[in-house]
């Protein structure tokens, strides 16, 4: 007895796991995804989305420096987050190391 129903399930599911699967490694293994996770796991989801990431040519110990435009911190002092220094780790996944308001 055969399924058909089977046939109809494979290429969703299947688009659905490739799809999965380029968000991980946009998410882990690049270091604009780095940027856009910590933004998503320090409370803001909605500007990890919309922020411009962009490569400065600013090298430390601390990592490969970023810029991020459009992302306003509402802290007390007032002070835009906007520089975040990112890392590769032994596994090749990026971290953000530091994040400041300057270089």
């Given at each position: 007895?055969?399924r058909?129903?089977?046939?109809?399930?494979?290429?969703?599911?299947?688009?659905?796991?490739?799809?999965?699967?380029?968000?991980?490694?946009?998410?882990?293994?690049?270091?604009?995804?780095?940027?856009?996770?910590?933004?998503?796991?320090?409370?803001?989801?909605?500007?990890?989305?919309?922020?411009?990431?962009?490569?400065?040519?600013?090298?430390?110990?601390?990592?490969?420096?970023?810029?991020?435009?459009?992302?306003l911190?509402?802290?007390?002092?007032?002070?835009?987050?906007?520089?975040?220094?990112?890392?590769?780790?032994?596994?090749?996944?990026?971290?953000?190391?530091?994040?400041?308001?300057?270089?």
């Amino acid at each position: 007895m055969s399924r058909p129903y089977r046939r109809y399930l494979i290429k969703p599911v299947g688009v659905l796991l490739v799809a999965a699967g380029l968000l991980l490694v946009l998410a882990f293994f690049t270091p604009q995804g780095a940027v856009r996770r910590y933004l998503v796991w320090s409370g803001d989801p909605f500007d990890a989305l919309t922020v411009h990431v962009r490569r400065d040519d600013y090298i430390n110990f601390g990592g490969r420096q970023y810029f991020v435009a459009g992302y306003l911190v509402h802290h007390p002092d007032r002070m835009d987050l906007c520089y975040f220094y990112v890392k590769r780790t032994g596994l090749g996944i990026c971290v953000v190391v530091s994040a400041g308001t300057g270089p």
